[in-house]
């Protein structure tokens, strides 16, 4: 017969009476289920005994496919990334070299208002945040980890915000809006000794018209992934794929290094004729192996010589430079940019050496995105704390980045005559019009950094066309 819920509860007493140390049924099944766990995550990837399915997630909830990474394959790609910045060259120059190219020169932040001006320098600055100078390896460490979570404190009284850092290894579960998938709304941590981790809300604007904060930005931390499926939250290193074949790379060269240590070393090979293995023995201890440059005799019956190890090695450069290729073509980067050399490189680097790679440029744009997001919380925490007036933030703000490319400032002044000619000739003929052949030198010496606004120079040269001959003229 079944006991009834007080029978139970009484069950339950007495055995704590007489067995203090024993485990309830449920506190077993707690036990037992973070067991399993432990042991799952302990398990190879190539394993498959999962029984009642504990180590998958379900392929739909809520009707919408998911896409993240498994978790597993989440965090062995984060430990990957650390390990491969430590230890392979390779990996550790490719993220350093492109963080050099986005961030050559310091970041700037201005503003038409003054008091939006300083409280955004205050907050760049800040001896806590340091975006100054950290948001150039914060951007580097986005590349090999494909994600970021800051959460953030804000002061209640003047709204002034300080970011932090979560190591992505600690996110749990990233969860999304479920009307729209590509918006993340919450950032769970992993907990510690059986108790949840932290639950923050991912920082995005107040679209509450009967809230305060309606058109603000909220929100307990800062979220960014990269390299994801439009329904996939968590993000993707840039090096995920290219892991291996850097790996394999460097033991593929560090090999060949060994091996060419061995090829170099020879030994003497001496031809002692007639001689018993008592007289060999007795001849070697007489005769130690001359040092460079000494003086050796010998007679008809010994013969010296050098003998060097014929490994039957190949040409390793080749298989080193292909498979070299292939990497920095995986990361459309020229492989002049690594190491290459020779007249065939120095063409390449010609080329591209001052052409901005577009999807530099593309990560440079998103960059710009996420430091204007960060701006824009600050103003938004700022007018909610009542330290800045709704007018006053309208002045906005703007952030200059470093251009990426180096301007060939000696071939574009060297051109500018030569296209001043050519488009004289064109008006002439009336191939284009005085408007058009105005715009388009606006657009070269632009190049160079001239700012001309082709408007006013076209009313100037009207004005002065017309007032050609007059005495009492002045341009």
């Known amino acids: 017969m079944a006991l009834k819920g007080d029978d139970m509860g009484l069950r339950q007493r007495i055995v704590k009476m007489i067995a203090p140390g024993m485990y309830s049924a449920e506190a077993v099944r707690e ?21 009642h399915n504990e180590g998958y997630r379900r392929l739909s909830a809520d009707g919408q496919l998911k896409r ?55 907050f760049w600055k800040d001896p806590d945040n340091k975006l100054d100078q950290e948001f150039p390896d914060l951007m ?20 002034h915000v300080t970011l932090e850092y979560v190591d992505p290894a600690s996110i749990k579960e990233v969860l999304v809006n479920r009307q729209n998938v590509r ?9 510690s000794t059986g108790r ?3 639950r923050m809300a991912v920082i995005r604007q107040d679209k509450n018209g009967r809230s305060g904060t ?10 960014f992934a990269i390299n994801h499926p439009p329904n996939s939250p968590r993000g993707r290193s840039d090096f995920l794929t290219l892991f291996d074949w850097i790996d394999g790379l460097e033991r593929y060269g560090y090999n060949y290094l060994e091996r060419a240590e ?43 010589g050098a003998v060097a190890p014929d490994l039957k090695a190949v040409d390793a450069s080749k298989g080193f430079d292909m498979t070299k290729s292939f990497i920095m073509g995986a990361a459309r980067r020229p492989d002049s940019w690594f190491g290459g050399g020779g007249k065939a490189y120095q063409t390449e680097a010609e080329q591209f050496g001052q052409v901005p790679i577009k999807d530099l440029d593309d990560r440079q744009r998103y960059a710009k995105a996420i430091a204007t997001q960060l701006c824009q919380f600050q103003i938004d925490q700022a007018v909610i704390a009542e330290r800045l007036s709704d007018e006053k933030a309208k002045a906005g703000f703007n952030l200059i980045f470093p251009e990426i490319s180096k301007k060939d400032l000696t071939g574009l002044i060297n051109g500018i005559p030569q296209l001043a000619t050519a488009l004289s000739i064109a008006e002439d003929k009336g191939w284009v019009s005085h408007e058009t052949a105005t715009k388009i030198f606006a657009m070269v010496a632009g190049q160079i950094g001239a700012d001309i606004n082709v408007e006013e120079e076209l009313k100037k040269a009207k004005v002065r066309s017309e007032n050609e001959g007059k005495e009492d003229y002045v341009d």
């Open 31 to 51: 036990v037992v289920k973070e067991e399993i766990q432990r042991v799952r995550m302990s398990l190879p990837l190539t394993a498959n005994y999962d029984p």
């Open 68 to 122: 993240n990474l498994g978790h597993i394959d989440q965090s062995r790609m984060f430990e990957i990334a650390y390990y491969m910045f430590d230890s392979s060259a390779m990996t550790k120059g490719m993220a350093a070299m492109d963080k050099a190219f986005l961030f050559a020169e310091p970041i700037t932040v201005t503003s038409d208002d003054e008091d939006v001006k300083e409280i955004l320098e205050r």
């Open 140 to 159: 580097m460490w986005m590349s090999l980890l494909g994600e970021q979570c800051w959460p953030v404190n804000v002061n209640p009284h003047n709204g």
């Open 183 to 191: 918006q993340s709304v919450r950032v769970d941590l992993l907990g």
């Open 196 to 198: 949840d981790g932290r």
């Open 214 to 223: 309606y058109g603000r930005l909220v929100g307990d931390c800062f979220f």
């Open 262 to 304: 061995f090829m170099l070393n020879f030994v003497w090979d001496v031809l002692l004729k007639g001689m018993t293995e008592e007289q060999i023995k007795e001849w070697l201890r007489d005769n130690p192996p001359p040092e460079p440059g000494s003086v050796r005799a010998h007679n008809e019956n010994v013969e010296w």
